[in-house]
């Protein structure tokens, strides 16, 4: 091969392609670097890590994807590939050599006081929970990197915390739509949360009376609109509501889970106050850093510093089960080889199922149908691992039916972050012919079964100044996108929707509609009474969208302690359960923001109560040596 530095470019996760320096002196490779900058924090990271070590020191082609990153893994291999074909090389050849070898160790059994199965955000609070509480963690991910489904989070957590939010004006419409809760019927609301409903009342009348034009807030708020979010009905008529004891438990402790992150050095944006998409209120603290790796980074840092490596790719296969009480995991390793791992508290934080289509079609009682080719949002490691370790030890379940779909998703991928996302009060949803079709404010199912009733494929529509909020998302990246095709972009409208194949003055006519509304600050068609910014400054944006399953809402049955209850309604001794792994918060539609105050709350509490369950049982233990 001809020595020198070759530039090339791969396909990424995230990025339609990364650029790439491969350098190959004396027919060998002798250096790989990768621009990973376009690529989700997070997501790939191992793949850079690992397989450029591979190829230099093995000189072959010939190694494994990065389970979970698959997309990056085959691009940085064809980008290689490319520079040895561009050096004259034979890149059939190089993957054909012989595969690096594997060290394979032997079966392993170790004892700690708790073991923890996932490592996304639910898991690593409750590693960083424990070792704060004085316990032995062993962290078990069965993918070769930590960070789950909080890796792909957008970043934005909902808390009330009304005395920063009172920093920030009322936006047209916010107001109205506290006052129409507020005059719901109260037999309109299941009865263990009418006394804090009939509360909430008493603020938002207090709040309008006062003429105030601030971002009004409370923790009431916050648990009345993630009840009413998540009521729904399924197919056969069945009502879900998210149980009032999780649901108190999850608002009333959300801010102190946002200040736990702080003081772990989690860094806020405190000049901004964010909703995610089907969020219904603007209550999200949103991270310095991109999206969900703010989190990751920090807690997997923290872990790490005070002495626990996780165990990755590690398999959690059973549960130790002795006379009802869990004592332990069995796992399996990479090369086969057995863990064992006995401890006094097993944890379950392995997220839902939304990457496992067939667990979702087998348990979906809220859609008509569940394509088997849908796009979905999770990381491929979400296939439903800790339900069934918990049926495994008798545990009940709550509201497997539903299942949340993410309206706003890339058709092709079903990743989050392409194109451009904006806060939904700047949203403009248009159907395949240019039409506006939905409330664009509403919630994430209702904004799915929107798009599903026309067509599916749909389109956002951003000018300059929209294209200014939308989130992560830097003046290169949007470069990219249009130049790979996946957003479009034009000086006029009617230029904008020749490129996405609609009747120009459709698209005209439904923008100039709409910029009338947020004018009138009033939509007759579809009541959107939260309005953003008008679209009217070239040039135009259009973001292909498509829903993807996205989060499952049933999981184990847990109480506010987080200890998983059987079909008794009794505690599994030695079993906790948090985050997507566990059911009742969210009943039939998750709030966009809730997740990770959900994940990061139970997730601390399950560590809180293993310390208080080792305290009892200790001071039992000593009262009858007595």
């Not at 350098?23 to 989700?40: F, N, R």
């Not at 590693?127 to 989070?153: C, D, F, M, W």
């Not at 509201?399 to 451009?420: A, N, R, Y």
């Not at 579809?526 to 070239?538: R, T």
Request: proline share 4%; charged share 25%.
């Amino acid at each position: 091969m001809k020595s020198g530095k070759y530039e090339v470019r791969a396909k990424g996760h995230g990025s339609e392609s990364m650029p790439m320096e491969v350098v190959i002196e004396d027919d060998q490779i002798k250096d790989i670097k990768i621009d990973a900058s376009g690529e989700t924090k997070g997501v790939a990271d191992e793949v850079f890590n690992r397989l450029p070590k591979q190829i230099l020191t093995n000189q072959t082609l010939n190694v494994d994807a990065v389970s979970g990153a698959t997309i990056s893994s085959h691009g940085v291999i064809d980008g290689v590939a490319e520079a040895i074909e561009e050096a004259g090389g034979d890149a059939d050849e190089w993957k054909k050599r012989a595969k690096p070898e594997v060290t394979k160790k032997g079966d392993q059994e170790i004892d700690t006081d708790v073991v923890i199965v996932g490592a996304g955000g639910a898991g690593l609070a409750a590693a960083v929970r424990s070792i704060q509480h004085g316990k032995k963690v062993v962290l078990l991910e069965k993918y070769p990197q930590i960070g789950g489904n909080t890796s792909r989070a957008g970043g934005p957590m909902n808390a009330a915390d009304p005395d920063w939010q009172k920093e920030f004006k009322a936006l047209p419409g916010e107001k109205q739509t506290l006052e129409e809760l507020a005059a719901m019927p109260i037999d309109q609301i299941d009865p263990e949360y009418q006394a804090d409903f009939k509360k909430l009342q008493k603020q938002i009348k207090d709040y309008v009376d006062s003429g105030a034009d601030y971002l009004f807030d409370s923790v009431l708020l916050h648990e009345i609109q993630t009840y009413l979010g998540g009521k729904r009905t399924d197919l056969q008529g069945h009502e879900i509501h998210g149980k009032y004891p999780l649901v108190h438990e999850l608002v009333s402790n959300a801010l102190n889970s946002v200040k736990w992150l702080t003081d772990l050095g989690v860094k806020y944006d405190t000049t901004e106050v964010t909703e995610p998409v089907g969020g219904l209120w603007r209550r999200g603290h949103k991270p310095v850093e991109p999206m969900g790796y703010a989190y990751i980074h920090i807690l997997s840092d923290w872990i790490k510093d005070h002495g626990v490596e996780p165990y990755l790719e590690t398999t959690a296969e059973d549960l130790i089960i002795d006379d009802g009480q869990v004592k332990g995991v069995i796992a399996k390793r990479a090369d086969g080889s057995k863990l064992t791992i006995h401890a006094k508290a097993v944890v379950l934080t392995a997220g839902g199922f939304g990457a496992n289509t067939k667990m979702v079609q087998k348990y979906n009682t809220y859609w008509a149908k569940i394509d088997d080719d849908i796009a979905t949002t999770n990381s491929p490691a979400i296939t439903g691992d800790g339900i069934r370790l918990g049926l495994e030890a008798g545990a009940d379940l709550f509201g497997m039916g539903f299942i949340q779909l993410m309206p706003v998703s890339d058709p092709k991928t079903g990743e989050l972050f392409t194109g451009l996302q904006t806060p939904p009060a700047n949203f403009i949803m248009v159907n395949q012919k240019g039409k506006r079709f939905v409330n664009e404010f509403a919630e994430r199912d209702t904004l799915a079964k929107a798009a599903i009733d026309n067509g599916g494929l749909f389109y956002l529509i951003a000018d300059y100044k929209i294209k200014e909020t939308a989130y992560n998302t830097t003046q290169e990246s949007i470069d990219a996108q249009v130049k790979a095709g996946t957003l479009f972009r034009a000086d006029t409208l009617e230029a904008l929707a020749e490129k996405v194949g609609m009747d120009p003055a459709t698209l005209v006519q439904t923008i100039k509609t709409y910029n009338e509304d947020v004018d009138k600050g009033e939509d007759p068609e579809f009541h959107k009474n939260v309005f953003g910014l008008k679209c009217e400054v070239a040039p135009f944006y259009a973001t292909p969208r498509k829903p993807a399953i996205h989060h499952t809402m049933g999981g184990l049955v847990i109480d506010t302690k987080a200890h998983v209850l059987n079909k008794d309604g009794k505690i599994i001794e030695g079993l906790y359960s948090a985050g997507e792994n566990a059911g009742g918060i969210h009943a039939g539609n998750r709030l966009g923001g809730n997740s990770l105050a959900d994940i990061f709350t139970f997730g601390r509490i399950a560590a809180n109560t293993i310390a208080e369950d080792f305290a009892n049982d200790d001071a039992v233990s000593g009262a009858s040596q007595k």
